[in-house]
């Protein structure tokens, strides 16, 4: 489900959508970064600043208090992955969030089939 399709089943469904955007995001960080395309991670580095950010509004401390506090864990250690500039190991920093952001994803298809 691509985010513009999300908005239109609620909350859950813009989660979902922005999970996705999110991996595919961090897929071209890694493809850029493999190619040497500084420009495209900038802006695809900033894009998953966005996205980070809007998944953490969406998050419900009163409904889903632990469970919100455990993804805001999460999306802040993807933040700190994918800011982290320089040496070798930054694509699998990269590869490393994306796998995490990808394991959310797939709990919160399940959460999102559900309703």
């Known amino acids: 489900m691509k985010a513009s399709q999300a908005t239109k089943t609620g909350p859950h469904g813009r989660v979902a959508g922005l ?3 999110l ?3 961090l897929g ?3 493809e850029s970064a493999r190619r040497g395309e500084d420009l495209h991670i900038f802006q695809y580095k900033a894009s998953a600043r966005d996205i980070l950010v809007g998944l953490d509004r969406e ?3 009163e409904l889903a208090g632990d469970l919100s506090q455990t993804l805001r864990v999460m999306y802040n250690e993807a933040a700190k992955r ?3 500039d320089g040496n070798e190991a930054y694509v699998e920093r990269i590869e490393s969030a994306r796998e995490m952001i990808l394991e959310i994803e797939k709990a919160w298809t399940e959460i999102v089939s559900f309703n």
């Open 82 to 84: 994918i800011q982290l």
């Open 28 to 30: 071209l960080i890694i």
């Open 23 to 25: 991996s595919e995001t």
């Open 59 to 61: 998050l419900n401390f």
């Open 19 to 21: 999970l996705e955007e």
